[in-house]
Each structure stands twice: as C-alpha cells, then as structure tokens.
C-alpha cells in the first residue's frame, strides 16, 4: 500500500514520463488502471476489449466503462461475474489508445485484419508469446484461443510490469 502522497505522486509522474515518453503506453495504461480501479492483479489481466466502452448505459451521459471480472468466486469460471466501474475520462482515454495500439500490433503480426468479434475478445493485455502463438495456428482456431484464458497476462506477470513501471517513475516514500 502507498501513502496519500505515494499515490497522488504516481499519478502525476505517470502523466510526465509518458508524456516524456519514458513510459510506454501499456505501462502508462497499466499504473492507470490499477490506480483508478484498486483492483487485483487477477481481475486486470482478465479483462477484454469487449469489456471496454464509452456508453451512457449506466449514467445519464457517456462515459468510459468497464466490466471487470472478480477475482475471488466461489467455484467460479474465468470471467463468470463481471462488474461495471467507471473511469474519468482521460484514464479512459489512455486505455482506448491502448486498444487500438494492440489491436494494430497483433494485425501487423498476423499479417491480416482482425474480424470485430476477434478484436472483442482480444485481451487488455497479452501474454509474451501469445502473438507467437496466434501467428501459428489456423485462422478458424484463433477465436476459440482468444476467448479462453491462455491469451491474457499472467497476474503475477502483469504484477511485474506493474513494478517495473512504477520504479521508472522515481516515487521516493
């Protein structure tokens, strides 16, 4: 756990290395993340584009939502209970680039366009060798893979790059 200092802190040396361009976009999008939601390693890394959006569905105006999966449920599937939390809008800005950054990268590895329910089911994000992965099975395969658990960060994983990212920034306690 961060202080209140520790964490306003992050925040905004977030905000200036990326804007610096010392952090990259997946570590500006990840610190993001967890800041704003204060979820677990578990439920971040299981979350999809498809679970991503800019809808009114749940207030009166647009605003960027996601459904993201608990983590801890009792005799529970992967992604069995989602649930809805909002983000301000420029935290929901960051992970729309995000988006559509993974979706070019795994376009341009795969050498084709993506299919829209493909990118749906895309995870936030990937596993290291899940674009490796992709690149050599059958294109009629690739939705029943990203549609399982396999393509998504490990949390322990996701947990790392975390780390790594906030000792770029130079937070001192």
Do not use: W
């Amino acid at each position: 756990p961060f202080s209140d200092q520790e964490f306003e802190a992050i925040g905004l040396n977030a905000a200036h290395r990326f804007a610096e361009g010392k952090l990259s976009l997946e570590e500006y999008s990840c610190i993001s993340l967890f800041k704003a939601t204060g979820r677990r390693p578990e439920q971040i890394s299981s979350i999809k584009f498809k679970d991503f959006s800019y809808s009114s569905t749940y207030t009166k105006s647009p605003m960027y939502v996601a459904t993201i999966p608990r983590a801890k449920v009792r005799k529970g599937k992967f992604r069995s209970v989602l649930k809805p939390f909002a983000f301000v809008n420029y935290i929901g800005q960051v992970v729309e680039k995000h988006i559509k950054a993974q979706t070019t990268i795994v376009e341009n590895e795969l050498g084709r366009k993506l299919t829209h329910e493909e990118k749906e089911e895309l995870p936030l994000f990937l596993e290291s060798k899940a674009i490796e992965e992709m690149q050599s099975m059958l294109p009629h395969n690739l939705l029943d893979y990203l549609k399982s658990e396999l393509p998504h960060c490990k949390a322990q994983t996701l947990t790392g790059k975390l780390n790594r990212a906030v000792k770029k920034l130079g937070v001192i306690s």
